[in-house]
């Protein structure tokens, strides 16, 4: 059987992986040589950490570097430059305590697999446990996040999209790890299914202690789910703090834009809360200064140098932002 009590993890709050001026960059085309004719900036100087027992959100546009945070986290990428400072010794270790949910269940589920074998993957690749105890455990995971155990040979189009991601989870849990990366985990569903899994995801991460790193567009879900959250934009975090601060009273002038960009019900949005123009500046060529500068109903000459991730004039404690107008260096 399985043990869900918490294995590695230090006590709550204590930080658990840090990111110290990470970048990730990739070549984009090539000459006759082979060499790349330019690079895309996908993260640029992230700092971070990540506490036990906590949901951090990660919420930005499309095009902000979310995903490839997600990737970098679990080890499918490296960074360029900059450190990531694990609580575990080795790659190892991390990859049977790290797992991810992915946002689109239907693509990320082998089709030619029955749901015991697709659970019990990252057993499998781990070699954790022997084969002969994999279905066993398959069915006990599978009990945990609503999947009868009678189920275990049917294939992953078999089921609706709610049980898939409910399938998925499973896949994240077999392995009893410490953190999950939740890369938009309910977008793809319907909107009564996606309160069904939320409640599911919170459920499981009391009873197994688990940390959450949660990735959306949705700041509803984010407001629900997270402890805190960490505002991003162009590869960079501009806003961090906890999720009733950042949500509720926003400091950098890209999160409150975001925030006012929300649809409300009977509420037009207007010109001046919709940050101009409506997509992000490409990542071959970053902005000099504030990479936010040229958006920024609030820009002045002091924008046009780089900006430090620092503490906020206010009271709130771990509340830090990128922007000199709002800020004061520590």
């Not at 190892?92 to 697999?113: A, G, K, M, T, W």
């Not at 659970?119 to 069915?139: K, S, Y």
Request: charged fraction near 20%.
């Amino acid at each position: 059987m399985i043990s869900t009590a918490r294995k590695r993890l230090p006590s709550d709050n204590a930080a658990i992986l840090g990111l110290s001026d990470v970048r990730v960059h990739f070549p984009v085309g090539s000459d006759w040589l082979g060499r790349p004719k330019g690079m895309a900036h996908a993260l640029n100087g992230i700092d971070l950490d990540v506490r036990a027992g906590e949901t951090l959100g990660v919420v930005g546009e499309s095009g902000c570097g979310k995903s490839t945070l997600a990737q970098l986290l679990m080890g499918l990428i490296k960074p360029t430059s900059g450190t990531l400072d694990w609580i575990y010794n080795d790659a190892r270790e991390r990859s049977s305590n790290v797992q991810i949910v992915f946002q689109d269940p239907q693509s990320s589920l082998d089709p030619r697999l029955p749901i015991w074998k697709i659970i019990t993957e990252p057993l499998f690749v781990q070699r954790a446990v022997p084969r002969r105890e994999m279905r066993d455990i398959a069915a006990k995971v599978a009990a945990q996040v609503g999947i009868r155990t009678e189920y275990m040979d049917r294939f992953a189009h078999q089921f609706s999209g709610g049980q898939r991601q409910r399938i998925a989870i499973a896949r994240a849990l077999s392995s009893n790890p410490d953190i999950i990366v939740l890369d938009e985990p309910t977008s793809a569903l319907d909107i009564s299914v996606q309160a069904q899994i939320l409640n599911l995801l919170s459920e499981l991460q009391r009873s197994r202690d688990l940390t959450y790193i949660l990735i959306s567009h949705n700041v509803s879900v984010v407001r629900h789910m997270a402890d805190r959250v960490a505002v991003m934009y162009l590869g960079q975090i501009v806003e961090l703090g906890s999720a009733a601060e950042v949500l509720d009273h926003p400091t950098h002038p890209y999160t409150q834009l975001l925030l006012d960009a929300v649809p409300r019900l009977g509420a037009p949005i207007d010109n001046a809360q919709v940050a101009a123009p409506t997509e992000l500046p490409g990542n071959r060529n970053l902005p000099t200064g504030c990479f936010f500068r040229d958006r920024c109903p609030r820009a002045t000459a002091g924008c046009d140098k780089p900006q430090a991730l620092v503490a906020t004039k206010g009271e709130a404690r771990d509340r830090l932002v990128r922007c000199h107008l709002e800020s004061v260096m520590l």
